[in-house]
């Protein structure tokens, strides 16, 4: 469960098929912060406390020189206080020099999304003869997801540019065709100022982008019940009433799935009284499925949160891969529980684009298995007609 | 008694005026240049299509600059001659004279080029105080204009604009400065300041000296833009803050940062006082209680091309509203209590600022506004529905919705509610004549009284 406590629901604006529903925090937590790299040169304009007395994180993908030679890297995975973990960045000069000063750099999307899901998808921890020596030893990685970014779903540019951001607001939920495409929130307002344009250099999935395309969305419009009303007061009760039914009806509904989301959740990192962890979904099918990263306080409340939603396709890959992790990676086990024949689980294994990882030959041979079995079925004998 | 046809017709011309007043062919807060201009252009067309003659006719109000343009171009080029010619003629004097030069070169480039058009450049150059002052100013244009209208400039003016060397010195003084300029430092600070910053640079003249010795020769709008730069030099171009116009004041006001407002504080809130009493005239404390809700809302930022315009309008209403009432009260959307440090920020809860505007049941409530109620949508327009149909049915407290931004998707001024009239607004100073309009588009006055209207406007021009 993720826990909002603190984070309050306020009405949403809505643009072309986006609609983007803020959370404001009445008290920000000032011990977790933007790590003062994030802020660059505008060092100035932030009331960054003393070093000392906060605990700062720094998101995923995140461009930065972390380290005393000059070369820049990339932050792997959310990562609290200093990135540990990092990725070296090569840039030719030409590209170097023409990166703006002033403007946050993260990685280009693609990597951005490989490595986010290699840190969430490890690989098998038995070597069952099955699969292949390198999805031993280098598990699932590297993963290569499609995903959009920002800047091609349609409208979301500009609806996060007139998008009007509230005193206080410390997150976001974007909602494409009233279906969650990402949340996202940050301890403090002022990184949220620092973070909000970043939003549109950031990853969404093919059903965000059809989304985008092709359903409108229309705002809820405020409705006042006259016969309820008598004197201004009552107005001012109706106006609250209704704002209250709204951030309960979107709390309950429209990010109900989210909030149950985390089937597992994995803690990375502990420092101070934060920990960071990360989540995958149930996998389970045709609803919505988010994977994300969080840091939560020493009570479990929220103090950031980053979500990728997953594509149909990419829940059904998920779904294989959490069944296969759940059997401890043994085709027999796995083809038992979903009630298939082994050859027919590898054939979908290949289908899901994870054909790599059985061992040449035993895909070969599950190939045949199958192309058997119909043979057999069809009428008069005849050859299957070619792939 | 009204027929329907009567009823759309007042409120399609209503819906022109609205959007003639705010729209300028920019790019807004919600909607880029190109969407702006092809709204704005199908209005033009429908109106002049439908009802040719009150199209001419809303020439008389208090439209701007651009539109009046446009229309003053559509008519001329229109066949048959639609429009009065003095009308035309009275709105062209009230144009900047390079706005007016820039109609002349649009006329030019279409190839509208009839009588009538002839005429109405002749006189308005005709009319101008010094047109070799002119030739110097926009010589471009000028030369543009009289090639257009077949006129030949008598003097020294023509040798000026088509053969600028062929005498060896003009009698005309700045004319002669003109020539001078291109040799003699000196000169060029008998020219002015546009053309003289040219010169400045070809002589290679230090920025600091230049202004200092240009002072004098710059226009009321040069001083106040200049300011701030001048002022980086080391030099006062002293502006009089309280002579410009209110909106205009205000867009200064909001450019400066928050400490130079707060250090400034006395200057800056006299000048804006003293604009909003001169434009209130006799008015002055006349109106009984009023409140105002502003809105200072992310939106008022306007765009890069507008800056801040729709708050700037907001606050030069506030001072305007503080003249004109007997008791005021403003309350901004984002709860700062004092005027002079609003800036462009937060969401839009005009709902909740209404029922705390009417609580008091002030005698007249305005909204300053763009219209996008976000926080929650909608809100504002049921408050308003309840307020008159349930809390207040006799209409004690009048209510008016001036929205300074038009809205290019919608094709009109974005409404709060049906049951309030909407109207777009520019200059502050219009305030009292829109309150006017207003009465129109509530439907308690019908499509005759709207034509006795504008040909009252017209008439007293």
């Known amino acids: ?152 779903v349609r409208g979301l540019d500009d609806a996060l540019k007139v998008f009007e951001i509230y005193p206080g607001q410390c997150g976001l939920l974007l909602y494409a065709a009233d279906s969650l495409a990402c949340a996202f929130v940050v301890p403090h307002p002022e990184d949220y100022r620092t973070l909000h344009p970043t939003l549109v250099r950031d990853m969404y999935g093919e059903l965000i982008y059809d989304y985008a395309l092709f359903h409108p969305a229309a705002d809820f419009p405020a409705v006042i019940d006259d016969s309820q009303v008598s004197s201004p007061a009552d107005l001012r009760a109706q106006a609250e009433r209704h704002e209250r039914e709204w951030a309960e009806f979107h709390d309950s509904v429209m990010a109900g799935r989210l909030l149950r989301a985390p089937a597992r959740v994995e803690e990375v990192y502990r420092m101070g009284r934060y920990t960071l962890s990360r989540f995958l979904p149930g996998f389970e099918r045709k609803v919505e499925n988010h994977i994300g990263e969080t840091i939560t306080d020493e009570e479990g409340r929220l103090a950031y949160l980053k979500t990728f939603r997953l594509s149909e396709a990419q829940i059904r890959r998920g779904h294989l891969l959490s069944t296969l992790a759940e059997h401890g990676w043994s085709m027999r086990d796995t083809a038992a529980s979903l009630r298939i024949s082994e050859a027919s689980l590898g054939m979908r294994l290949r289908q899901a684009g994870f054909g790599h990882l059985l061992r040449q030959d035993v895909l070969d041979g599950y190939r045949k298995q199958v192309n058997e079995r119909t043979r057999r079925t069809r009428r008069d004998g005849a050859a299957s007609p070619p792939a | ?240 803050l309280a002579a410009m116009p209110l909106v205009r004041l205000a867009s200064y006001v909001l450019s400066l940062a928050a400490d130079v407002r707060e250090r400034r504080r006395e200057e800056l809130v006299g000048a804006l006082r003293a604009s909003a009493a001169r434009a209130a005239g006799a008015r002055a404390g006349t109106w009984g209680s009023v409140a105002a809700v502003l809105d200072d809302s992310f939106s008022s930022f306007g765009s890069p091309v507008k800056r801040r315009r729709p708050l700037a309008v907001a606050l030069a209403c506030h001072y305007l509203l503080e003249a004109l009432a007997g008791s005021y009260r403003g309350l901004w959307l984002s709860r700062v209590g004092d005027p002079l440090r609003v800036r462009p920020t937060g969401p839009t809860p005009l709902g909740r600022r209404v029922i705390d505007a009417l609580e008091r049941r002030p005698g007249l409530l305005v909204i300053v506004s763009d219209g996008w109620d976000n926080a929650p949508p909608g809100l504002a327009a049921e408050v308003l529905r309840v307020w008159r149909r349930k809390l207040d049915p006799e209409g004690e407290v009048g209510i008016v919705h001036v929205n300074p931004v038009f809205d290019a998707g919608q094709i009109e001024v974005r409404r709060l509610s049906t049951l309030v009239p909407t109207a777009g607004i520019r200059d502050a100073e219009d305030l009292p004549a829109l309150v006017e309009l207003a009465r129109f588009a509530e439907g308690r006055t019908g499509l005759g009284e709207l034509r006795a209207y504008l040909a009252e406007r017209a008439a007293g021009r």
């Open chain 1, 1 to 152: 469960m993720i826990d909002l406590t603190g984070l309050e629901t306020r009405p949403a604006q809505t643009w072309g098929a986006l609609r983007l529903v803020p959370l404001v925090r009445r008290e920000p937590i000032v011990d977790l912060r933007l790590h003062a790299k994030v802020y660059g040169d505008e060092l100035s304009v932030v009331s960054l406390p003393d070093r000392t007395s906060y605990t700062a994180y720094v998101p995923h993908a995140f461009v930065a020189t972390w380290s005393d030679d000059d070369t820049p890297a990339a932050a792997y995975g959310t990562q609290l206080d200093r990135p540990l973990r990092s990725m070296p960045v090569r840039t030719r000069r030409k590209m170097a020099r023409r990166v703006d000063r002033k403007r946050l750099r993260f990685l280009p999307l693609h990597l951005a999304v490989e490595g986010f899901l290699a840190l969430h998808f490890g690989g098998p921890e038995i070597a069952w003869e099955e699969w292949s020596r390198e999805a031993i030893s280098h598990g699932l990685s590297p993963r290569v997801e499609d995903a959009y970014i920002g800047a091609e």
């Open chain 2, 1 to 240: 008694m009204d027929t329907y046809a009567d009823l759309i017709e007042c409120e399609d011309v209503l819906l022109f005026a609205n959007a003639a007043i705010t729209s300028t062919g920019q790019r807004e807060f919600h909607s880029a240049a190109g969407e702006q201009r092809l709204s704005l252009d199908f209005l033009h067309r429908y109106i002049q299509g439908n009802y040719p003659d009150l199209y001419a006719a809303t020439l008389a109000l208090d439209i701007n600059d651009h539109n009046a343009a446009l229309i003053i171009a559509n008519l001329l080029g229109q066949r048959g001659g639609a429009g009065d010619g003095r009308l035309i003629a009275w709105r062209l004097g009230r144009m900047s004279p390079p706005r007016v030069y820039r109609l002349f070169q649009g006329l030019r480039r279409d190839g509208v080029n009839n009588r009538r058009t002839r005429a109405l450049i002749r006189d308005w150059l005709a009319g101008r105080p010094d047109l070799a002052f002119d030739a110097v100013k926009y010589r471009s244009a000028v030369k543009s204009a009289v090639r257009h209208a077949h006129l030949r400039p008598a003097g020294e003016l023509g040798d000026f604009l088509f053969a600028p060397f062929s005498r060896p010195r003009y009698d005309t003084p700045v004319l002669e400065a003109w020539r001078r300029a291109h040799y003699d430092k000196k000169a060029l600070y008998e020219l002015p300041y546009t053309v003289a910053e040219g010169f400045a640079a070809r002589h290679g003249i230090n920025r600091a000296t230049f202004l200092e010795r240009i002072a004098p020769r710059l226009t009321r709008l040069e001083r106040l833009r200049l300011t701030e730069s001048a002022a980086g030099d080391g030099v006062d171009t002293q502006a009089d």
